[in-house]
């Protein structure tokens, strides 16, 4: 079995980690995580929820007890609204209990909300400790386990308290991608989509094929083939690829920078998503749902500044709309979506800043007082109400 590998060099992280992607590579979780760890720890903390452990679970235990750690498991409840300062306080009163030490690790087993609560809790916890992520869904696999953003949300905002604490390493087994319900899958290609539309051509293409050959519909009965697999493994190898060729060059995401390589690019979408998310106290929408609304509104506004053909905004529609069905929007208030754009962390000094699209693969970032609030209100009225 061939595994494909990322390696992802920090200039300002002295241990250089990498991306293993393949299938079947669970049951070698505990040989990878001695791998990762140049001290290797006596205790590993791993952190999932419910559901996914009882999939996944006795496979990553099993596996890492095989190679001798003292494994202990916290189960947090599963969704984005319990990506809190509770469940981050639960979290390292069991690291705490656990009597974990500085030589010690914790694995995130899951999605991008466990993931994000392990990391910060491993970023924190004795002023940081290793931490190694599994990641189970489509989005936490392309995504959010790659870059080493962790963090909560709060009250006042998504994302907005948090820390940089690059992983040691990621294990990408694909496999666990066959449970996966087809909201997840929907919600992982929107991001997906997001990707490929401010990389360039060749990714946006390879996305929109996949798309279209593999629909999230019937996506658990394709895994029987070899092929499918062999592409799924590409496709994620070349969305992980493209997340850390960003990461590498603006790791802590510069203020300062304001060109198309940019760590800021990667939040194309995200301004609406944050904010239909905290209109919807995090209950109506997955977070990638979110993201695909927001991906579509970034390309209506980018159209209204006239700096995007609408031929184009056609082509990225007609690729998001294969991702599968999205959650209504018509009963999300518009005065609470622009209530939350105020606390995005996208706010630098007064100003918001807004991932735009000049082009499929031409990203561009604007800032917020060089566009109307009437155009922004407009836009987002008729968005919401279409």
């Not at 980018?302 to 007609?318: H, R």
């Amino acid at each position: 079995m061939k595994i494909k590998k990322i390696a992802v060099e920090l200039q300002n992280n002295p241990h250089e980690y990498a991306v293993e992607i393949g299938h079947g590579l669970l049951e070698k979780s505990g040989e990878w995580a001695r791998k990762c760890l140049s001290r290797p720890p006596k205790k590993i903390a791993v952190i999932s929820n419910q559901k996914v452990f009882g999939l996944y679970g006795d496979a990553a235990r099993d596996s890492l007890a095989g190679e001798n750690f003292e494994v202990h498991v916290f189960l947090m409840k599963d969704g984005e609204r319990y990506k809190n300062f509770r469940s981050l306080k639960q979290v390292l009163k069991f690291l705490g209990e656990t009597k974990l030490t500085r030589t010690d690790a914790v694995v995130a087993l899951g999605g991008g909300v466990v993931g994000d609560l392990a990391g910060f809790a491993s970023a924190i916890f004795l002023r940081g400790i290793s931490f190694l992520q599994i990641p189970t869904t489509l989005l936490a696999m392309i995504d959010s386990s790659v870059g080493g953003k962790t963090g909560v949300n709060a009250e006042f905002g998504k994302n907005l308290i948090g820390a940089f604490h690059q992983p040691r390493g990621v294990l990408i087994d694909v496999e666990t991608l066959k449970t996966l319900p087809r909201r997840e899958l929907t919600a992982g290609f929107c991001e997906a989509v997001k990707q490929a539309a401010i990389a360039d051509r060749k990714l946006f293409n390879q996305t929109a094929d996949f798309l279209e050959n593999y629909s999230p519909n019937n996506f658990k009965s394709y895994f029987t083939g070899e092929k499918f697999i062999s592409e799924l493994e590409d496709f994620i190898h070349a969305q992980v690829s493209f997340k850390t060729e960003i990461v590498l060059q603006d790791e802590r995401e510069s203020t300062d920078r304001h060109d198309g390589k940019s760590r800021k690019i990667l939040n194309f979408g995200h301004t609406l998503a944050h904010a239909l998310e905290k209109a919807t106290d995090y209950k109506h929408f997955k977070h990638g749902e979110a993201v695909g609304y927001g991906i579509l509104f970034a390309a209506e506004l980018s159209k209204s500044i006239k700096i995007f053909d609408d031929n184009e905004l056609k082509l990225l529609d007609d690729v998001l709309q294969r991702v599968g069905k999205l959650p209504d929007t018509r009963k999300v208030s518009l005065e609470k979506v622009f209530e939350a754009f105020a606390f995005d962390k996208k706010n630098i000094g007064e100003s918001l800043q807004w991932i735009l699209l000049e082009g499929i693969g031409k990203p561009k970032i604007v800032e917020g007082t060089n566009i109307s609030p009437t155009i922004i209100h407009q836009t987002l009225k008729k968005f919401l109400e279409k």
